[in-house]
C-alpha cells in the first residue's frame, strides 16, 4: 500500500510535514518520505494525517450514562450510584454489544488503541460466571470486531473503602476475593490474536488494601506487564488514606512497589509536591481524562509539575462523556490555562505526544504511535475543509479539529474508517440498542 499525505505529521516535527509519501507492507510502516509529489497509484489522504491515538483509560459500559448524569447538583459520589446501576444489568452478551458499539465510535474519533480498565468481571451476585473470564473475553472480541487494538487492564477490586467494608451491591460482581485469587483468574485468561495484550490494574487504594498491593505489583513486573491505577482522583481518598495509614495514596503505593516506568496513575488531581515528586523520580506516567475530570468536578492536577518530575503524559476518555481525543488533548492545555491564567504551557506537539506515543506507551504498545519506518501502521487523517477547521493552518488542528473530522483510519495497515464510515459497524444504531438494553 502507497499513501500520500498533504500533511503528515512526523516524529519529533514541531509541525505536519508536506508531501509525505508513506508505504505499509505487513501492518508496518516502510520508507516515509517528505516532500514528494504523489506518484501513480498512490491513495491521496488530503488533510493532515496523524499517528494513531491511543485512549489510555476507558470504562466501556460508562459509555451507556452519557446525557443522563451531567444535569444538576451532586458530585462523584452520586454520579457513582448512577453508574452501579448501569453495571448491575450487564451480562457478557449485552457488554460485548456495548463495548463494540463503543470502541467502533472511539475508532470514529481516531483511536487505534484502547486500554480498558476492566472490573466488571462477574454475574450479578458476585459469583463467577462458568467462564470465570467470560467479560474479558467479550471485551476482546468487542475490539477486534471494531478494528482497533486492545489493552485489557484486568482490575483488581477487593473492598469498599480504605476500611476495607466488603463489597455490597453491584460491587459484588468486581470483587475476587483477595489478589492472590484475582491473580489466578487473570492467569487462566489467554485471548487470541493480535491486537491484545494483557495488564493489570489497581482500582485504587480505597479497592485494594496495602497488604494486597505487592501482589498486584509483582503480577505486573513479571509478566513485564503494564500496571495502572486511579489515583487521588477526589480528596476525600486522601483523607481516608491518611487516616488509614498515616500516608498518601502516592506515598502508600511507593511503599508498595506499586510506582515505576510500567504505571501509570489515572487522574492524579489531588496531589502534595511529595506525592510529584514520587510519581516524577521513579518514572510513573500520568493519564489524564480532562473530559471526566471537568465533568464529575474533580478538579484540574498538576499536568506541568509532574511533566517537570519526570512523568510521562498520556490521555484518556474514561467515563466517554464524550469520545473525542482532539478535545482530550487541548483539554489539558486548556485547563491548565484556567488553572494557572498562563497560556502555552504544552506545545500542539507535546500535546500530540500525550494523544499518540505516550499513550501506546502506557499501554504496553512501544511499537505505536509514530508514522515511522517499523511502527505498526496505525494512521488518522483530519479533513482541513469542514466549518471547524476551514482556513486553519495544519499545526493547529489539535486546537481545531473534533472527532467529526476524521475522515481516514488505518489501523495496523487496516482501513477501519474510511470517508468518515466504519467499515463494518453501524455504530449509530448499535449505540442505540446496545445503551437502551441497560438503560431501560
Known sequence: MRLHAEYAWLPGAAEPSRDVLIEVADGRFGAVTAGVPAPAGARRLPGVTLPGLANAHSHAFHRALRGRTHGGRGDFWSWREQMYAVADRLDPQRYLALAR??????????????????????????????????????????????????????????????????????????????????????????????????????????????????????????????????LSEQPAEN??????????????????????????????????????????????????????????????????????????????SDSHAVIDPFEEARGLELDERLRSRVRGTFTAAELLSAASRAGHEALGWSDAGGIATGQRADLVTVALDRVRTAGVPPTGVLFAAGAADVTDVLVDGRPVVTAGMHTSVDVVAELGAAISAVTR
Open 101 to 230: 458499539a463503543v470502541y467502533a465510535e472511539m475508532a470514529l474519533a481516531g483511536i487505534t488503541c484502547v486500554g480498558e480498565f476492566h472490573y466488571l468481571h462477574h454475574d450479578r451476585d458476585g459469583g463467577r460466571y462458568a467462564d470465570a473470564n467470560a467479560m474479558s473475553e467479550a471485551l476482546v472480541a468487542a475490539a477486534a470486531q471494531a478494528g482497533i487494538r486492545i489493552t485489557l487492564l484486568d482490575t483488581c477490586y477487593l473492598s469498599a473503602g480504605v476500611d476495607g467494608a466488603p463489597l455490597t451491591g453491584a460491587q459484588r460482581r468486581f470483587g475476587d476475593g483477595d489478589a492472590d485469587r484475582w491473580a489466578q483468574r487473570v492467569d487462566a485468561f489467554a485471548p487470541a490474536g493480535g491486537h491484545v495484550r494483557v495488564g493489570a490494574a489497581v482500582h485504587s487504594v480505597r479497592a485494594v488494601p496495602a497488604a494486597q498491593l505487592p501482589v498486584v505489583a509483582a503480577w505486573a513486573r513479571e509478566r513485564d506487564a503494564p500496571l495502572h491505577l486511579h
Open 239 to 316: 483523607e481516608a488514606c491518611q487516616a488509614a495509614y498515616g500516608r498518601s495514596p502516592a506515598e502508600l503505593l511507593a511503599d508498595a512497589g506499586v510506582l515505576g516506568p510500567r504505571t501509570t496513575a489515572v487522574h492524579a488531581t489531588h496531589l502534595g509536591d511529595t506525592d510529584v515528586r514520587l510519581l516524577g523520580t521513579s518514572r510513573t506516567g500520568v493519564c489524564f481524562c480532562p473530559t471526566t475530570e471537568r465533568d464529575l468536578a474533580d478538579g484540574i492536577g498538576p499536568a506541568p509539575q509532574l511533566a517537570a518530575a519526570g512523568s510521562p503524559l498520556s490521555l484518556g
